[in-house]
């Protein structure tokens, strides 16, 4: 049988425990008619293009 030969401690678990529970920052691109920073594979939410199509009518 495995067995450790000397105990883990607190700092090294909680370490090795940490690394499941990182944020991850969202990718974004550019939207290419106004140039403001979008979600990839999404609609523009300050200009309502997507792929230099107007899908929704923005009011500014």
């Known amino acids: 049988m ?3 030969k ?3 401690s607190k700092s090294k678990k909680k ?3 940490a690394q499941n529970f990182k944020l991850e920052v969202p990718a974004l691109s550019v ?3 106004c140039g403001e920073a ?3 594979h999404r609609v523009c939410k300050k200009c ?3 792929n ?3 899908v929704i009518k923005v009011e500014q």
Do not use: D, F, H, Q
């Open 2 to 4: 495995a067995v450790p």
């Open 6 to 8: 000397s105990r883990t």
């Open 15 to 17: 370490m090795r425990r």
């Open 31 to 33: 939207c290419t008619k």
């Open 38 to 40: 979008k979600l990839p």
């Open 48 to 50: 309502g293009t997507y």
């Open 52 to 54: 230099n199509i107007e």
